[in-house]
C-alpha cells in the first residue's frame, strides 16, 4: 500500500475495546498502519476498573462572543496571520489513579488567565493556561510545581515580551526552588508539560513523557515530544554528560530523561545533568480548523496513540459538546486498555460549538484497472502468487 493513501472510513465501524456510541456516522481519512496499531491495543476481555475514585473538573469561561469568530474553514493563506479570529476556551479534566496504590500526579486549568492573574501578569489578550504534572516518589515535586509554575512564567522578567524564554526559564528557576525547600522530599520527582495560550498564540513545553496533542479537524499534531532515555536525541545528550541507560533506564533508575525534582540524581544546581529540568517547546498559531487539544500524562498514551485519542474525542464532543465528559471517557478507555499508571487527561476546547461534521469531496478522477492488473489482484487474492 503506498504511504499517504487514505481510507474514508465511518467511526462507528471501528471498535476499541468495545467503544461505540450511538451517534451519528463521522466520516474522517485514517492511515491503515494506524487501524492495525490500533488494533492491538484491544482489551484483552478483563471487565473495566471501577471508576470509584475519579476526580473531575469543568470550567466554560467564554471570552469573546461566537459571532466574532471567523466561519470560513479551509486552507490558510498567508493574510491568515492577520486574521481577526480568536479562540475561546473551555475544558474539562479526569483524573483517576487507576491500578496504582496512590495517586501522585497533579493538573491544573485556567481559562481565563487575564481573571486569573489581575494585576499581577498586566496580561490583555485573552488567554489561558493548563498544565499536567506526573509525579513519582511522592507527590511532593508534583504538587509544588502545580502550584509555582505560573507565577514563575509571568514573574520573569522576558514575560510577556519573549513568552518561550520565560516559559524555560521558570521551569528552572521552579526546579531550584523545589531543591530549596527543605520542607518537602526533594528526591520525589515530577514530569511536567504546560500550554500557555495567548490569543491566538499557543506555546507548549514539556520535560518528561506526558503529552499534548492538537486535534485539527480530525488529524492529531502531536505538541510534544516524549523525554526518553532510549530515544537518540536524549541518549546522545545523557551519554555526552555522563549518564548511562540500563534497560532503558537512567542511570538505571528513571524512565524518564527529562523531569523536575529527583535532586539525588542531579549535581549542583546550574551544573549540566543527564536528567535535565529544561522543557523543549513548539508553538502553534491557533486557526478555527484547530478544534481542542488533549494533555495526559503516560498512563493515557502508553496504551493509545495519538490519532486514536483525537478520533475518539472528536466523536465524543460531536455527540455531546461536553470536554469534562470527553476527559472521563478517554480514562475509562485507558483503564479498559489495562493501563499501569495513574491517569490524568484535559481536554480544551477552542469554540463553544462541537465539531462539524467531516464532508469528503468525492474525487473526479475515474480509475480503472487493466486486465492484467485483475487478474494479478484475482491471483493474490485466490493464493496462486
Known amino acids: 500500500m503506498a504511504a499517504g493513501t487514505d481510507f474514508s472510513l465511518p467511526l462507528t465501524n471501528v471498535v476499541e475495546s468495545g467503544y461505540s456510541t450511538s451517534m451519528e456516522k463521522i466520516e474522517v481519512s485514517v492511515v491503515k498502519d494506524e487501524i492495525s496499531d490500533e488494533l492491538k491495543h484491544a482489551s484483552n476481555g478483563k471487565p473495566p476498573r471501577h471508576l470509584s475514585v475519579v476526580r473531575h473538573s469543568i ?3 467564554t471570552l469573546v462572543s461566537p459571532s466574532d469568530l471567523a466561519s470560513d474553514i479551509g486552507v490558510k493563506s498567508p493574510s491568515d496571520l492577520i486574521s481577526s479570529y480568536l479562540p475561546i476556551f473551555r475544558s474539562g479534566s479526569c483524573a483517576e489513579k487507576g491500578p496504582k496504590q496512590y495517586m501522585e500526579d497533579e493538573h491544573i486549568c485556567i481559562d481565563n488567565l487575564p481573571q486569573h492573574l489581575g494585576d499581577i501578569g498586566g496580561f490583555p489578550s485573552p488567554g489561558a493556561f493548563y498544565g499536567v504534572f506526573d509525579g513519582h516518589g511522592g507527590t ?13 512564567i509571568v514573574e520573569d522578567s522576558f514575560f510577556p515580551a519573549c ?13 531550584y526552588a523545589f531543591a530549596n525547600d527543605s520542607s518537602l522530599d526533594i528526591s520525589s520527582g515530577t514530569t511536567a508539560i504546560t500550554a500557555f495560550i495567548s490569543g491566538r498564540k499557543m506555546v507548549v513545553a514539556n520535560a ?8 485539527k479537524r480530525g488529524k492529531a499534531i502531536e505538541m510534544s515530544k516524549d523525554h526518553k532515555p532510549n530515544y537518540t536525541s536524549e541518549r546522545l545528550r545523557i551519554e555526552k554528560l555522563g549518564g548511562v541507560i540500563y534497560d532503558g533506564y537512567l542511570n538505571g533508575q528513571l524512565s524518564v530523561s527529562r523531569a523536575l525534582g529527583d535532586w539525588h540524581m542531579k549535581g549542583s544546581k546550574g551544573s549540566a545533568c543527564p536528567l535535565s529540568a529544561e522543557p523543549e517547546l513548539q508553538e502553534a498559531l491557533l486557526t478555527e ?13 502508553d496504551v493509545m496513540s495519538s490519532q486514536f485519542a483525537v478520533t475518539m474525542a472528536r466523536k465524543e464532543l460531536m455527540l455531546h459538546n461536553d470536554p469534562e465528559r470527553c476527559s472521563r471517557e478517554l480514562v475509562r478507555e485507558a483503564l479498559k486498555r489495562n493501563t499501569c499508571d495513574n491517569l490524568t487527561v484535559i ?17 473526479r478522477v475515474r480509475r480503472s484497472i487493466s486486465a492484467e492488473g485483475l ?3 484475482k491471483g493474490v487474492l485466490e493464493g496462486n502468487l
Open 59 to 61: 470550567s466554560t469561561t
Open 140 to 152: 511532593d515535586a508534583a504538587s509544588f510545581i502545580r502550584n509555582k509554575i505560573l507565577n514563575y
Open 163 to 175: 513568552l518561550e524564554k520565560a516559559i524555560k526559564s521558570a521551569f528552572l528557576k521552579a526546579d
Open 208 to 215: 518528561g513523557d506526558c503529552r499534548a496533542v492538537l486535534g
Open 289 to 301: 480548523d484547530d478544534e481542542f487539544l488533549i494533555m495526559g500524562c503516560d498512563g493515557l498514551w
Open 347 to 363: 481536554v480544551i476546547c477552542f469554540s463553544q460549538d462541537p465539531p462539524p461534521r467531516i464532508e469528503i469531496t468525492p474525487s
Open 375 to 377: 487478474n494479478l489482484l
